[in-house]
């Protein structure tokens, strides 16, 4: 398996110009870029990569949001290809009362271009309740702050040309972003690129199909995506093979690289076509009231464990069911009643689905005995 460290041990010496120019494995790099601990550093107003590098080469693992961003940042330090880039307006903002948890860097891959990266979900529950805000909210905290970041950005840098990009929720952040910046920004907007990031509701979509930015965005999803599905995309799409299978096909330090580009596969699996279709039915079936009862009412329960990050959730386990349970007692019997329509839904949902594929299946494979 080779993934983008990888990458940067075999091209990390090839500077970027004319023979090698800018890929799209450089653009996830820095879509990653952004998970990085900076605010456990003081950042100056302007920064090298090498400089970043080294400053947090003592770091933990635990210090790192995800596992593979501490090799990465020390490759990078290391690589002819990044470690001269500067690093500028560097921007987080965390906020539990206003369920907001978003973090944005440049990166200036030259003189004349900049990177805009903005971060995905962190490990905090607050992250992970404004991801599911999308499901009943038309904008949540994070695209506003993104847009917002994007314009100063653009103005702060009148002359250069601009690439966007994120994994997870940090691609939702780009596209949403590039697609209500001003049109003078928009002008310079190279490309947007959202890493296995979810789409948006459909009637906020379907505002945007004639927008010439969606001719500059790519989204990239690995074979079993399920993150990166979810909710509707009008832009292009492009399938990259991980070697993961699931859900933790998200981790993008699972995505194959060879040489320069990804590995990349054929079609999207049944399982994440499965899981796709029973979820935009699901969505398509409950009104926004009741999908917000549902996820203020789960996220409730889980703050009810007074964890403030999804990881804390395995420690003293049977003390936080406890406390879960507890919780879920005393909320109402209509909550109650929300949450056990909707999980049985997307239960009979799935199983219909599935049942449906295996049917035609067996037909299919009738027809070709047949024909034999």
Known sequence: MAN????????????????????????LILARFSYLPFHKIKMNSKETIENISKRMKDFS????????????I???????RFKE????????????????QFCAITIHVSN????????GTDSTINGWKEDFNMM????????????N???????????????????????????????NVAKKIQSKIIKVYNYDGPGFRKEIIEQYENSSILNKVETYIPQDSVVGRLLYH??????????????????????????????YSEKITEESEDIDKTITTWFEETSNEQRKIVVDTVFDILYSTENENVKDLTQNIAKKVTKAIKAYNSISKEEKETINNTVSLIVKKYINIRTDREKKKIKDSIKTIRKR
């Open 234 to 263: 009008k832009e292009k799409i492009t399938i990259v093979h991980s070697l993961e299978k699931g859900v933790l096909q998200h981790d993008i330090f699972s995505w194959e690289v060879l040489n320069d580009d990804f590995i």
């Open 4 to 27: 983008i460290n990888d990458y940067l041990n075999w091209r990390g010496d090839l500077p970027i110009n004319k023979n090698f120019p800018f890929n799209e494995i450089d653009a």
């Open 149 to 179: 970041y994007l314009t100063k950005i653009g103005e702060k840098h009148p002359f250069c040309k601009i690439r966007i990009g994120g994994h997870s929720k940090g691609g939702n952040i780009a596209i949403f972003s590039a697609l």
């Open 61 to 72: 693992n635990d210090d790192f949001i995800y596992n593979g961003d501490k090799e990465l």
């Open 136 to 147: 009943f909210l038309e904008k949540i905290p994070c695209q506003i702050s993104g847009m």
């Open 85 to 100: 880039m500067l690093v500028t307006d560097f921007v987080r903002n965390t906020s539990k009362k206003h369920e907001e």
């Open 74 to 80: 020390s490759n990078l330090g290391k690589s002819a």
């Open 112 to 119: 004349k271009e900049i990177y805009v990266s903005y971060i």
